[in-house]
């Protein structure tokens, strides 16, 4: 029974099974299988449909991208020209190469081989080794820039054996005038991170592209920098250019016309010399800058194509400052070309010219004696011999009985301590001391020897060159002179100061007194036929006078700053210029450049004999002089490592000894 | 129609022959594109490749099913004889490898196997007692036919050929009447089993593969570099095609093995949808008539064949455009008669002498019955 039922079970689970089933079996599993078959291809064709046509615009936007490489192509730097249309800042084309990491093979090779080509030192590739290693692979690497043509060529010839190096044509900026402009230009560079963090600007990070790093190069960057081109190629995957689809040339940014007369700005620079100092010269009647020379200085061309460590390492330890624009940065006590500017006060305050007091050499001013620079004495001095013979005691006895508020009032209103509204990244405005302001500064009450001090210009007193030059525009043409580094499109004469007429020419003739007349720098004649300079001598002491009078028999850096204001013509007032020599050892330092600088205003063939012959006895141009000095200092620096170094294997060779 | 022409000229499956030669053809044309406009060196490689083999296929057509019968097991042994020796001189030799060099040829065996394994279980099934279909007896030869050499080639390691070999093993014995709820069980056990072998039977260049799969755009650069330049190509290929001879993607080497595995991206790109749509409708027609001999076939063992192997042919395509289109993992398979390649060329060209033969076969018998 139980048997039975298995068997029974067995049977019904057993399907009985002959051809004719199997068959059918078969047929309709194949038509599944074939059916599922069917299934996946409509689903792959839908599939692809769906790639093709619904997405196909997004694939197609990656193709192209793929496809399409997008370069820009930086632009051309506007050019700044001066006055006359003169470059001062232009480009010149450039060959320049490029290294590619992510594209070389053999780094080592490639290197090597441009090593060779292009005659690199041993600095530069370690340079591009350091390069190389901080590299994020597709950024490009400077190998070198400013290379000539032959060298271009050679290296284009060789590039199928070295994968990743990208020769470029492309601009450099260059400034013709070199360091004679490295103050008020500036200087370009290659885009530091932080710069590039600010602006995310993609042209930044373009091979070759630069910006302006100083002066009017970085004051006008975005006027200047122009809109880059951009060139679309077609590359293959692994970044070789196939061919040039289309390019949009860049366009140059505009040119910037400085009010810069770039002739005299060069002449001024040549004509300071060895010495450090400044040259400021203006229009005193638009208060156009003409020339706004600071040396030593710097040349912006080697700045620009980066400048090399021991360049850089000469102009830091110069003791003549080199890296200062002291046009702006230089403060300076005024010394005795404040006494102009204070007469004015004087006679502004009811002072009559034709009072007098007799000069014995000194007086006291409280308890203490304060000396003339003349200890002689001038006799009877009234103003105008007080300014051309720049008598200190005709200033202390009247300053007292004016009072120093009238002063100060004369001096700002003049220009000293003033911020000028000029394209510059940053300018010190010195200090016009009065009553107040020592009271804040100091908490102290204010001195009759303060009045005395600062009507010498010295004690507090303190101003740029630039102030100087404007001080004496505003006395020359008797307009409230705005200084302007641009070129304005109409000349704009200033607007009048509310000075009386008169007691601006008594100022100006015994400003012509110092000069033509009997007074401190008869040396400083134009010897132009009907132009005369009118100008004012100031020495400015640099240290008390227990290290000696500051004159040119004590250490150089404890000489007298010699000063220099001026303006000519004297009956039609033109030009006004102040001149600044740094421990030049009094003003006879100052007032011959001024001469010699206006003198090239006039007649260019005579100041250019005049500096021909002193250059050849300071031993040539700014340009050989600086590669002489620079030579110098690498000398002194080799032999300095040598002698570090030199003794070094004895100790060593002892320790060894000892142990 | 007899009259003319002679009897075996008029017996020769024209039709499929031309079908064979446009489809190949075709490839040749892409080819030419993929080689940047150039007939070297892969267009025509490619298409004397395609001769010689159409030659061979025509050869094995004249062979009758009882040689094939008697030819199956043993030939099936010589391969897994092969395989083992690929195995083996890579033990020794140090590092995998596929190839088995004959001093003139190199073959790879476990492309061969993919036709022998379809031979082998087919003869199984037929020489199976009708009756016997249903119980364990059944099974466990066909799965050791099928195990030896899916274990052997997937040490090699290769998961697209091993899963090709299994799936067409497995399709014949479907067809053979297993009962149906081996397969229901069979694919639930695949869902439990799936995962475990990714995370513990593949190698990790598999593993990564088949992440990548899912998400392309993880790694766009790396192994998802394929997928996406191949979507890149078939999508912006659109409608009509960028044009022949245009195809960025592909001659400017964005598409990385564009006349092997990716080839259909390269034809896509140039031809667009309606080049796509062609040469699906074409292997269409080829499958169609490789099932229509399983369905007409006189004998078990033709009708088993002819849809065992159909479905391998169906495998190549069918993995390789999922792999091109980003449906599935990059593993490797090339598509037929336009991947330019000699290995899997002969591979399908046997399976198409075979498909002959039966075609010639089935023709022959019902000539003979109507005569």
Same mark, same amino acid.
């Given at each position: 029974m139980n048997r039975k039922r298995k068997a029974n079970k067995a049977r019904k689970k057993r399907k009985l099974i002959t051809a004719a089933s199997q068959n059918i079996t078969f047929n309709r599993r194949t038509l599944f299988l074939g059916g599922a078959q069917a299934a996946v291809g409509l689903l792959l064709a839908g599939r692809m449909t769906y790639i093709a046509v619904a997405e196909n615009e997004r694939w197609e936007m990656l193709s192209e991208s793929n496809r399409v490489n997008l370069t820009l192509i930086p632009p051309r730097r506007g050019w700044i020209i001066d006055r006359n249309g003169k470059p001062l800042a232009n480009n010149r084309a450039d060959f320049r190469v490029d290294l590619i990491p992510d594209r070389m093979k053999d780094k080592e090779d490639t290197i090597a081989k441009l090593t060779d080509l292009l005659r690199l030192s041993d600095d530069e590739v370690g340079r591009i080794k350091k390069d190389l290693e901080d590299s994020r692979g597709f950024a490009p690497i400077e190998i070198a820039s400013g290379l000539d043509y032959e060298q271009f060529a050679a290296l284009s010839v060789r590039l199928p054996d070295m994968p990743g190096v990208a020769p470029l044509r492309g601009f450099s900026r260059q400034y013709p005038s070199g360091a004679a402009v490295g103050h008020l230009l500036g200087y370009v560079g290659a885009v530091s991170a932080e710069e590039y963090e600010e602006e995310k600007n993609p042209l930044l990070i373009t091979p070759g592209f630069k910006i302006g790093k100083d002066g009017l190069e970085k004051q006008f960057e975005q006027d200047l920098r122009g809109k880059p081109g951009a060139k679309r190629v077609e590359v293959t995957a692994r970044g070789k250019i196939v061919r040039e689809l289309s390019k949009r040339e860049d366009v140059p940014g505009k040119p910037m016309k400085l009010a810069i007369n770039a002739d005299l700005q060069e002449y001024a620079a040549r004509r300071?010399?060895?010495?450090?100092g400044s040259v400021v010269v203006m229009d005193c009647h638009t208060g156009e800058l003409l020339a706004m020379s600071s040396m030593p200085s710097f040349d912006p061309n080697s700045f620009s194509d980066g400048i090399g460590f021991n360049e850089y390492g000469m102009l830091r330890d110069d003791d003549h400052v080199p890296l200062r624009n002291k046009v702006l940065k230089g403060l300076y006590p005024p010394g005795s070309t404040v006494k102009p500017m204070v007469g004015l006060a004087f006679l502004e305050a009811g002072l009559s010219p034709d009072e007098t007091v007799v000069c014995n050499g000194g007086l006291r001013v409280g308890n203490r004696r304060f000396n003339c620079w003349n200890r002689q004495g001038h006799g009877r001095v009234d103003m105008a011999k007080g300014i051309y013979q720049s008598c200190d005691v005709y200033f202390y006895y009247f300053a007292q009985r004016i009072g120093m508020d009238p002063i100060a009032a004369m001096a700002r209103k003049l220009g000293m301590g003033q911020t000028f509204d000029l394209p510059v990244t940053s300018q010190f405005y010195g200090t016009v001391p009065d009553p107040e302001w020592k009271r804040k500064k100091y908490k102290q009450s204010w001195q009759a020897f303060d009045t005395v001090n600062a009507t010498i210009g010295q004690g507090y007193m303190l101003s740029n060159p630039l102030q100087l030059a404007v001080m004496s525009s505003r006395i020359a043409s008797g307009r409230n002179v705005m200084p302007k580094l641009l070129m304005p499109k109409r000349h704009k004469l200033a607007p009048n100061l509310d000075i009386a007429p008169e007691h601006l020419q008594i100022i100006r003739n015994a400003m012509s007194d110092v000069v033509n007349g009997p007074g401190t720098a008869r040396r400083a004649q134009l010897n132009i036929p009907n132009v005369k300079l009118a100008g004012k001598t100031g020495t400015a002491q640099v240290v008390g006078l227990q290290f000696g009078r500051g004159g040119r028999d004590v250490q150089w850096k404890f000489r007298d700053h010699g000063l220099f204001v001026c303006f000519a013509p004297l009956d039609n007032p033109r030009y006004a210029a102040s001149v600044v020599i740094e421990h030049g050892g009094g003003s006879s330092a100052a007032y011959p450049v001024a001469r010699d600088v206006l003198t090239f205003l006039y007649d260019r063939r005579k100041a250019m004999r005049a500096l021909e012959a002193l250059e050849q006895s300071w031993g040539g141009t700014i340009e050989q002089r600086m590669a002489s000095k620079m030579n110098a200092y690498v000398a002194r620096k080799n032999a300095e490592k040598a002698s570090q170094n030199a003794p070094a294997p004895e100790t060593d060779s002892a320790a060894e000894a000892n142990e | 129609m007899s009259g003319i022409i002679p009897a075996p000229i008029a017996q020769q499956p024209w039709k499929v022959i031309f079908l064979l030669c446009i489809i190949a053809g075709f490839g040749v044309v892409v080819l030419y594109s993929a080689a *940047? =406009? $150039? !007939? $070297?060196?892969?267009a025509s490689r490619h298409a004397i490749r395609f001769g010689v083999f159409l030659v061979m296929a025509l050869v094995l057509s004249r062979f009758s099913e009882n040689v094939f019968k008697f030819f199956t097991f043993p030939v099936y042994v010589v391969i897994a004889l092969m395989l083992l020796g690929v195995e083996l001189i890579g033990a020794v030799g140090g590092g995998s490898q596929r190839w088995l060099d004959l001093g003139l040829i190199r073959i790879q065996p476990s492309e061969l196997m993919k036709p022998a394994i379809i031979l082998a279980v087919a003869r199984f099934y037929d020489l199976l007692p009708i009756g016997q279909i249903r119980t364990w007896g059944a099974i466990w030869p066909a799965l050791l036919l099928m195990g030896i050499p899916a274990s052997l080639v997937l040490l090699q390691p290769d998961l697209g050929t091993t899963l090709t070999i299994l799936a067409g093993g497995m399709a014949v014995a479907f067809l053979a009447g297993l009962p149906l709820r081996l397969f229901v069980i069979g694919a639930a056990a695949m869902a439990v089993i799936a995962p475990l072998a990714y995370f513990f039977g593949l190698e990790e260049y598999q593993q990564r593969r088949v992440t990548t799969f899912i998400n392309p755009e993880n790694d766009p650069l790396g192994a998802g570099y394929h997928i996406t330049q191949s979507k890149i190509a078939i999508g912006s290929g *659109? !409608?009509? =095609?960028? *044009? /022949? +001879?245009?195809?960025s993607q592909s001659h400017l080497d964005y598409l990385p093995e564009g006349h092997t595995d990716f080839v259909f991206a390269t034809m896509a790109e140039e031809w667009g949808l309606i080049g796509g749509f062609a040469v699906i409708f074409a292997f269409f027609l080829l499958l169609r008539w490789g099932f229509g001999l399983a369905v007409n076939a006189k004998t078990r063992f033709s009708k088993l064949v002819a849809a065992g192997l159909s479905t391998t042919i169906f495998f190549y395509i069918a993995i390789n455009l999922m792999m091109v289109m980003g449906l599935a993992p990059v593993v490797g398979i090339p598509l037929p008669f +336009? $991947? /330019? =390649? =000699?290995s899997s060329m002969m591979t399908i060209m046997i399976c198409i002498g075979v498909l002959m033969s039966i075609d010639r076969e089935m023709k022959q018998k019902r000539r003979s019955t109507l005569s």
């Open positions: 300071l010399g060895p010495e450090s | *940047g =406009g $150039s !007939m $070297s060196p892969w *659109g !409608m009509t =095609g960028k *044009g /022949y +001879l245009n195809g +336009l $991947s /330019y =390649g =000699g």
